[in-house]
């Protein structure tokens, strides 16, 4: 008999004798190793005043109190957005500025060089220019986003906002945690999923992963932000305006809360059921924030790392965008014949052919979803911004006929399809299993599909539009 | 005092001793990883805006827990 078994049979043999007194023995295992550490702690371990324990629960009844404790977390998470929002816009600028000058001597060294114009044309205005917007883009909110996050996590706020949001996604079969993940959503999605990772029951952390996409992403922030300005608060007065367009942005981010908190839910009764799993959360004491760490912890663990992965996916991206819109088939570009071919069931669910293929060819990055839409409304062969918003009012509007349906359900869309490359990548990268990754890529399409569809052929039967 | 409750039941700011856990398997781990043996003395701190989950002081730090899991201990009431 080799050892291995001679063992074996040796456990087989003391699991019989200790039988159902098993927990036991585990139970006083435990219970002589906390005795033992209670007994040195007390030898060694002073107490300071309980003063610090006093401000802890001052705070906690403010901030999980019946009556605060809601309105201060959606004030918080207001403060954080605006922050991002109106913080982003001048360094986003400088540095959109920046690459583009890069741009401009590159444009200079390649024509000195006689470089043929595909290769020029695909080189600079595909996939530099796609880098270039996306880094542009995303670079400076996510940077803000992610450290005012960190901030919040070290200050120990954010244990708070799952304790006091726990009871709704108990009900919806959660986990509480998955408020912060979905927090962290906001932010990136990517990032998101990998905040997953707190969630302990593989259960819970698989429906948290499978809904993070519900939450709109910096990526998709600029679009919705956009789209609001135009067709929410043009018609307003200026002043007005800015408030009317942040309360459709919030309007639109409660809708999608709302979708993930449904999704969950029948997941949780379908293809995941099982009992919602033990669920323990520490509340722990508040201190104050080194915000030097925070500020390196953020930029370097998440913005470098999201960022990284994102330049890595659009920059073949932007190439890809380049070839499409530039190679021509008798007097049209691939890209709009593909529209053409998507135009009926664009047509369907509210869109048309051009959004659709730019929702499908932005998969690498969201970001990049409206620049290729302008790109293909223009035809100008390559990725490009307007100035301002009365220009792409004009565009919309005017020249492609959008009503406000159309905006309504490219927002749906934007805020309910497939989750962007770099999500997918990390979804497969956390869970090991392609089937998730392809499911959390059909259940938010699918969620968007049926979601335009009814919202299109209901105002039209209703004839809302004409 | 022989009046065993569970710790669901308990209102703010009570204490209690731990008397047994009846939960099982993975739950049981996780009560006994934060400390919650026989004996162990627990406080009843507050309760989230909607009435669940429960956070309870344990061995200095405060470990909240949905009523459910809360109910698997046993506790008498101090």
């Known amino acids: 008999m080799s050892t291995e078994a001679a063992l074996d049979s040796l456990m087989e043999e003391a699991r019989s004798i200790t039988g159902s007194s098993q927990s036991k023995v585990r139970d ?7 005795q033992t550490a209670e007994n040195i702690a007390s030898d060694v371990v002073s107490c300071t005043s309980p003063k610090r324990t006093d401000w802890d629960r001052k705070i906690d009844n403010i901030l999980t109190s019946r009556v605060w404790g809601f309105p201060i977390m959606f004030g918080v998470l207001a403060v954080v957005f605006w922050v991002t929002i109106a913080g982003a816009n001048v360094p986003s600028s400088m540095l959109a500025a ?14 000195a060089m006689h470089a043929p114009a595909w290769f020029y044309g695909f080189l600079v205005l595909g996939v530099y220019r796609g880098l270039a917007w996306v880094v542009s883009v995303m670079l400076p909110p996510m940077a803000i986003f992610f450290s005012m996050f960190t901030l919040l996590e070290d200050l120990g706020y954010l244990p708070r906002v799952a304790f006091n949001l726990d009871r709704f996604f108990k009900k919806a079969g959660a ?12 932010g990136c999605n990517a990032a998101g999923i990998i905040a997953c990772r707190i969630i302990e029951s593989p259960r819970e952390r698989l429906i948290a992963t499978l809904t993070n996409n519900f939450v709109p992403c910096n990526g998709r922030f600029p679009t919705l932000i956009a789209l609001a300005s135009i067709f929410v608060a043009g018609s307003v007065s200026l002043s007005f305006s800015s408030a009317l367009a942040t309360l459709a942005v919030a309007g639109l981010v409660a809708f999608g809360i709302a979708v993930t908190l449904f999704v969950s839910w029948t997941l949780s009764k379908t293809l995941l059921r099982g009992e919602p799993s033990s669920f323990t959360l520490e509340l722990p004491p508040y201190r104050k924030p080194l915000v030097g760490q925070v500020l390196i912890r953020s930029v370097l663990d998440r913005t470098i790392f999201v960022l990284g992965r994102a330049v890595v996916i659009a920059a073949p991206a932007g190439g890809l ?14 890209l709009s014949i593909v529209a053409g071919w998507l135009d009926p069931m664009a047509r369907f669910m509210g869109l048309d052919g051009f959004i659709l293929l730019a929702f499908i060819l932005g998969l690498p990055a969201n970001e990049i979803v409206f620049p290729i839409l302008i790109m293909s409304y223009v035809s100008g062969g390559t990725l490009m911004e307007l100035d301002s918003l009365a220009d792409l009012r004009y565009l919309l509007v005017d020249q492609h006929g959008w009503t406000w349906l159309t905006a309504l359900c490219t927002l749906v869309f934007s805020l309910c399809h497939w989750p962007c490359g770099t999500t997918l990548f990390t979804i497969q990268r956390e869970q090991k299993n392609w089937r998730w990754t392809v499911l959390a890529a059909l259940i938010p399409t699918t969620a968007g599909v049926v979601a335009c569809i009814m919202l299109n052929n209901l105002v039209c039967a209703l004839g809302l539009v004409y | 005092m022989n009046n065993t409750v569970s710790l669901g039941c308990l209102t703010n700011g009570s204490f209690a001793l731990v008397t047994e856990l009846v939960a099982e398997g993975l739950t049981r781990r996780r009560l006994l990883d934060l400390g919650l043996v026989p004996g162990t003395k627990v406080e009843v701190i507050r309760r989230s805006p909607v009435g669940d989950p429960i956070a309870f002081g344990i061995r200095g730090a405060v470990i909240a827990l949905r009523k459910e899991v809360a109910n698997k201990v046993l506790v008498n009431p101090l």
Request: proline share 0%.
């Open chain 1, 28 to 34: 006083s295992i435990v219970n002589s190793i906390y």
């Open chain 1, 98 to 111: 920046g690459l583009f000058w890069i741009e401009d001597r590159l444009t200079g060294f390649f024509m």
């Open chain 1, 321 to 334: 965008v380049w070839i499409l819109a530039n190679t021509m088939v008798g007097d049209a570009s691939v």
């Open chain 1, 175 to 186: 986990h509480g945690k998955q408020a912060l993940t979905m927090s962290m959503g906001f």
